[in-house]
């Protein structure tokens, strides 16, 4: 089946370690998505990229950093800058080029800083 | 600057009633407008897309309605079953694919 694949699901980490987040997809989209979700706040992006090797900030990117070296992968490190990392995050790829740019996300997963 | 706003409070009905969940948008008109669900812990689901120069789109029990002069869209959920308790959330996007901006969500809860 087709499909994106975030893990791990939970993660817990101790402030001033980086965390790296990881999303696969095999729906051969060009375009991949890191979002941010908080109670009470929508989804907030934190970066995108649109093809393999070249990656834009998003609105809230101060603190995370990305790669996007092949097609079906690009993870999110969430660095010790972050000052408030605990959240759920959500990864999505779409297909480059659509006007319609419909999201296709994965499972999320929830980082907690202890 | 652009904002998305869904109603936060939770929408209550009864089964079989009709739900109606509101998307309301400040500024510019957006190219379209879109429809997620989200269950607890799980990623959204793309549900409808509606375009600016489209006034209804309809699948299966759900109907989106997109209103230009008021500046909202309209999510009805026909029918509705305990099965459609999730949350909500629109997005739209103004032309270029890259970025979508959603709503906080509305939760809505079918009752038997």
């Known amino acids: 089946d087709g499909g994106i694949t975030q893990s791990p699901k939970y993660l817990f980490r101790k402030e001033g370690q980086n965390v790296t987040l990881s999303c696969e997809q095999n729906?051969?989209?060009?375009?991949m998505y890191w979002y941010r979700q908080d109670p009470g706040q929508g989804l907030r992006l934190i970066y995108y990229?649109?093809?393999?090797?070249?990656?834009q900030k998003g609105d809230i990117a101060e603190g995370y950093s990305v790669s996007r070296e092949k097609k079906e992968s690009f993870p999110l490190t969430v660095t010790s800058a972050q000052k408030n990392p605990t959240a759920f995050y959500l990864c999505?790829?779409?297909?480059?080029?659509?006007?319609?740019?419909?999201?296709?996300f994965g499972e999320g997963s929830r980082l907690t800083v202890l | 600057s652009q904002k998305i706003e869904q109603n936060s409070e939770a929408l209550n009905i009864q089964e079989g009633k009709t739900a109606t969940l509101t998307c309301n948008y400040t500024?510019?008109?957006?190219?379209?407008l879109q429809w997620y669900r989200q269950d607890p812990g799980r990623g959204p689901v793309f549900l409808l897309l509606i375009r600016e120069n489209e006034k209804e789109k309809r699948k299966e029990r759900l109907k989106v309605t997109f209103d230009t002069t008021l500046k909202q869209s309209l999510f009805h959920i026909t029918a509705s079953q305990p099965a459609d308790s999730a949350t909500y959330l629109c997005a739209h996007n103004t032309g270029t694919a890259s970025k979508l901006t959603f709503g906080t969500g509305t939760r809505l809860q079918v009752t038997l």
């Open positions: 729906l051969n989209h060009d375009a």
């Open positions: 500024n510019y008109s957006p190219a379209y």
């Open positions: 990229s649109q093809i393999v090797n070249d990656f």
């Open positions: 999505a790829s779409s297909t480059r080029g659509a006007d319609t740019g419909e999201l296709f």
